[in-house]
């Protein structure tokens, strides 16, 4: 049994280890005297452990939950005009890097645009212009009507314009390929006709010389483009002529050549007795002193 008082400091309980002590003297001795073989109480001495809070300390960021934070831009669109000022625009997301301190990873997550309010938000728009923009434009009104009646044809001038610091230059038309171009020829009619003559364009040739003939159709016509016989038959276009009438070349015979396209004219007008000439249309000059010579021969 242990007997008088027990002596303990404060901070030997606090810290989880105290001491027992053993007044052997009968309560004899002085309050204060501490006897020399005191008894220690073997309970107290063995050592107590334990995690101790002193309370979290101020966030290290005001939003996030304290990972990074910055802007995602995206690529710019194409122009919104394919001339002249037009713009273009890009996403712009606020994202925050998520850490995985296991690995070290980081995974991207988009969040509030008022996460990001402590940096400058990057543009999401600009202008752009990819080149000067042309246009159509009318330069005069509309010719008189190619016809006194029935259909005719009006036309008026059109042509594409470049603006270049206020000043306007005619360019090539595929510059203003991207714009509707305005009609620079339109129908008219002025009056109703009546019947008349209608030919169509001539045929070719039957013959590239020595005379030969083309031909038309031509036509009484009313208004309604249906076939009449109220026309006046003296008047009546012709519808075949004679075509061709310039004397055909004999083939070349001789080794040396034409250097001109227009020897055929060389030869119409007499020109091969100059030696220029005879030199320049050496093939068809040598054709017609062989035909002369020839011609001498058998007379």
């Known amino acids: 049994e242990t007997v008088g008082p027990t002596y303990s400091g404060s901070d030997d309980v606090n810290s989880g280890m105290g001491v027992a002590i053993n007044d052997v003297s009968g309560g004899r001795g002085h309050p204060n005297h501490v006897?020399?073989?005191p008894v220690v109480n073997p309970d107290l001495l063995a050592p107590s452990y334990g995690w101790i809070s002193s309370g979290h300390t101020a966030c290290s960021t005001s939003c996030g939950g304290g990972e990074d934070l910055h802007?995602?831009?995206?690529?710019w669109s194409e122009c919104?005009?394919?001339c002249g000022p037009g713009s273009q625009q890009r996403q712009v997301i606020c994202r925050q890097?998520?850490?995985?301190h296991s690995n070290s990873t980081a995974t991207l997550v988009a969040v509030e645009t008022a996460q990001c309010g402590g940096h400058?938000?990057?543009e999401t728009t600009t202008s752009c212009q990819l080149k000067i923009c042309s246009e159509w434009q009318i330069l005069s009104e509309w010719s008189p009507c190619s016809a006194e009646c029935g259909n005719g044809t009006q036309t008026r001038g059109v042509a594409c314009l470049l603006h270049d610091n206020g000043r306007l230059e005619a360019v090539d038309q595929s510059n203003c390929s991207h714009l509707d171009r305005p009609m620079s020829s339109q129908s008219c009619h002025l009056k109703v006709c009546g019947v008349q003559w209608y030919a169509t364009d001539w045929s070719t040739c039957s013959r590239s010389c020595d005379g030969g003939y083309r031909v038309r159709e031509v036509c009484c016509l009313a208004?309604?483009?249906t076939p009449s016989d109220l026309c006046d038959f003296s008047a009546t276009p012709e519808s075949r002529e004679?075509?061709?009438n310039q004397p055909c070349l004999p083939e070349t015979v001789s080794s040396c050549s034409d250097q001109y396209y227009n020897c055929v004219v060389v030869v119409q007008a007499r020109l091969c007795v100059y030696s220029y000439y005879r030199t320049a249309c050496c093939s068809s000059c040598s054709v017609i002193t062989h035909t002369h010579s020839s011609r001498t021969t058998s007379a």
């Open 223 to 225: 208004d309604n483009v």
């Open 242 to 244: 004679e075509c061709n």
């Open 35 to 37: 006897p020399s073989d």
């Open 71 to 75: 802007w995602d831009l995206g690529e």
């Open 80 to 82: 919104t005009r394919t």
């Open 97 to 100: 890097a998520l850490r995985n």
């Open 120 to 122: 400058d938000r990057p």
